[in-house]
Each structure stands twice: as C-alpha cells, then as structure tokens.
C-alpha cells in the first residue's frame, strides 16, 4: 500500500526576520528613489508637500516621505526609521502598520496646513517621530510593563529627538516632527483601545 507523503509545513518566519526583511525593504527602497533622483533628471523632491495647494496635497502627503534633499538628509532618517520601525514591528506587526498610516497623514497634513507658503517639504522624518511618538505613548496606554519597559529604553536612546518638534532650524521641519510625533501618540491610544476591545469580547 502507498500512503501519500504529506508536503512539510512551512514553518513561519522568525519575528525578527521578518521585522528586519520588511524594514530593510522600506530602506532600500528610499534609497532607491534617492539614488534614481540623483543619476535621472526627474527633480523628484518638486513632487513633495507644498502647503494649501492640491498638488502638493496629493501627491505630496504620500510621497514626501520616499523623497529626501541628498544622500546626508536620508541618512540621518534611515537609522531611527528602522530601529523603531523594527521594534514597533517586533512588539505588534498590525499596530505598527497602524502607527505608520498615522503617522503619515498627520504629519503631511501638518505641513501642508502650518508650513510656509512657497515651500516644498520631503524626508522620511516625520514618521520617524510617528513611531517615537507610538512606541513611547504605547508603554503608557497598553499598561504592560513590556511596553514600558520598551519606551523607556527608547526614550534613553532617542529621547533627544523631541526637541526636533520645536522650530530650531529655518531648513528642519519642525511641523511634520510635531504633528507626525501627535500622530504616533493618536495611534498608540487606537491600539490600545482596539486591543482591549478584542479582550473583552
């Protein structure tokens, strides 16, 4: 008698991996674009965030963020956005997409309505305080000590970047850190209020 071999099951991909796969994606995919503005003759930052107009509302709030000045302007975003991109990833994979589109529309839509007129904001900055915002706003409303714990080892390592919400610099956006760090924090409290919904159901 032959009995069929059953196929083996994949096994799932290590968190980590998977934090670390998706995170390196988004990096590489940043410096993709930069590297494609820098050798074609698109001038690609032109389709960043101009306040109180509609283009650069739409398109702008989407794709300022993949758009940065030179290679110094994304490297400066690229370590914070993917330390914090993986440990939102690795403490919740569904919230930290959340914290993400949170962080997006909030910080767009801040430089579009407060920046300067006549001006064009890009970088990836602004959901990099989304997720500063998240990770430290989630260790107080989840009410975990893992998440507190979490927070405030982000808060010793980074906890410096909260000033970049304050107007220090004429060429900072000072706008989208401040409403993308509102964001993240307006995310964390989403979350926390989805999750234990789900708990007490």
């Known amino acids: 008698m032959t009995l069929p071999v059953q196929p083996p099951t994949p096994r799932p991909a290590h968190p980590l991996r998977r934090a670390l796969a998706t995170w390196g994606a988004i990096a590489a995919l940043l ?3 930069l590297l494609a503005d820098l050798v074609l003759p698109a001038h690609l930052t032109q389709y960043g965030i101009t306040p109180r107009t509609l283009d650069g509302l739409v398109p ?3 794709a300022a963020p993949f758009l940065h000045a030179d ?3 994304l490297a400066a ?3 914070p956005l993917v330390v914090m991109g993986v440990i939102c990833a690795l403490r919740d994979r569904r919230g930290m997409w959340t914290a993400l589109v949170f962080a997006l529309v909030a910080s767009g839509l801040g430089v579009w309505l407060v920046s300067p007129a006549n001006s064009v904001t890009v970088g990836a900055s602004g959901v990099a305080f989304g997720l ?3 990770l430290l706003a989630r260790g107080v409303f989840m009410r975990r000590i893992g998440d507190l ?3 405030l080892l982000v808060f010793a390592v980074y906890g410096s970047l909260i000033w970049g919400v304050l107007p220090t610099s004429p060429y900072v956006s000072w706008q989208a850190h401040l409403f ?3 964001g993240g924090i307006a995310a964390a409290i989403a979350v926390a209020r989805a999750r234990r919904s789900e708990a007490a159901a």
Do not use: D
């Open 31 to 33: 410096w993709a674009v």
């Open 60 to 62: 702008g709030i989407l």
């Open 71 to 73: 290679a110094a302007h």
């Open 77 to 79: 975003n690229t370590v």
């Open 132 to 134: 500063l915002g998240y």
């Open 149 to 151: 714990l979490i927070a």
């Open 180 to 182: 993308g760090f509102l």
